[in-house]
Structure formats: structure tokens, C-alpha cells
């Protein structure tokens, strides 16, 4: 949670402000507002200073983690951003520029077995069905 937090925080001062909040979540493929942003502080911002501290940040990922709804309809929008315009699966290619825009330098060996532990036919491409599957899957 850490490495996320310092990832939105781009000033470097353990201070998330709105346009942080918003520009880090546009970044990571979610439509947000300058709305968005005042509406997240006003959740989450329990001392009203403004910006979300780390605590704060880590009761707001608690919180909705606990009430996440992973929807078909979610998960497809994320899966069609890293598809290729008319394809219905994505390959490794695809699965790097995901890291890439998540922050994370994967290796392609490491990507390839990502690809290869969801791939349900093993045919080097993952389906809507594959990805859901993984992204739904929960571990304990």
C-alpha cells in the first residue's frame, strides 16, 4: 500500500492533494473529476486538512476493500483498455504496457508466466473469461 501511496503522492510530501488524487487515478485508467477527488477527501480526510495523509489512505483502501464489488462490467472496461482495437484477447505485449502503466518493470520471462497461469486454452493470449476469472480469483 506504500508503494501505491508514494505513487499518487508525485510532490513527494506524504500529502495526497485533488489534483494528485485525480491525475494519479486518470493515470491508472479511472474517469475522475475535480469532483471525484473533493469527493474522495471528504470521505476520507477524517482531520479536514485537505489532503489524505497515509493513514488515511490506508482506512480509505481498508474501506473499500471491504465493500469492493469487482463487476463483469469493471473488469471488462480494464480488459478492453489493453486490447487491441477489434481483438477479444491480449498477449504478453499487452500485459507489459498494463505493467508499465501500473509503474511496475516486469521482466517478460515473469509476464510470460502470468500469461501462461491464466491462459485457459494456453494458446499465449488471454481471454475476457481468463482475465475475469484471475482478477476475481481471492486468496487467503
Known amino acids: 500500500i506504500k508503494e501505491v501511496f ?4 508525485t510532490e513527494g510530501t506524504g500529502q495526497l492533494k485533488p489534483a494528485e488524487i485525480r491525475n494519479s487515478l486518470i493515470k491508472h485508467g479511472f474517469k475522475a473529476t475535480k469532483n471525484t477527488a473533493f469527493h474522495i477527501l471528504g470521505e476520507y480526510d477524517e482531520k479536514q486538512e485537505g489532503y489524505l495523509d497515509f493513514e488515511s489512505f490506508v ?4 474501506t473499500n476493500y471491504n465493500q469492493r464489488k469487482d463487476t463483469k462490467e469493471n473488469i471488462r472496461s480494464v480488459f478492453v483498455k489493453y ?3 477489434g481483438e ?3 498477449d504478453i505485449e499487452n500485459l507489459k ?3 508499465t502503466d501500473l ?3 516486469v521482466s517478460d520471462e515473469i509476464l510470460k ?3 501462461e497461469s491464466i491462459d485457459g486454452n494456453m494458446d499465449g493470449k488471454v481471454t475476457f473469461d481468463d482475465f475475469y476469472n484471475a482478477m476475481t480469483k481471492r486468496t487467503h
Request: aromatic share 8%; net charge negative.
Open 59 to 62: 482506512n480509505m483502501c481498508a
Open 83 to 85: 486490447t487491441a482495437k
Open 97 to 99: 504496457k498494463m505493467a
Open 103 to 105: 509503474g511496475e518493470n
Open 113 to 115: 508466466e502470468m500469461i
Open 88 to 90: 477479444n484477447t491480449f
Open 6 to 9: 508514494d505513487s499518487f503522492d
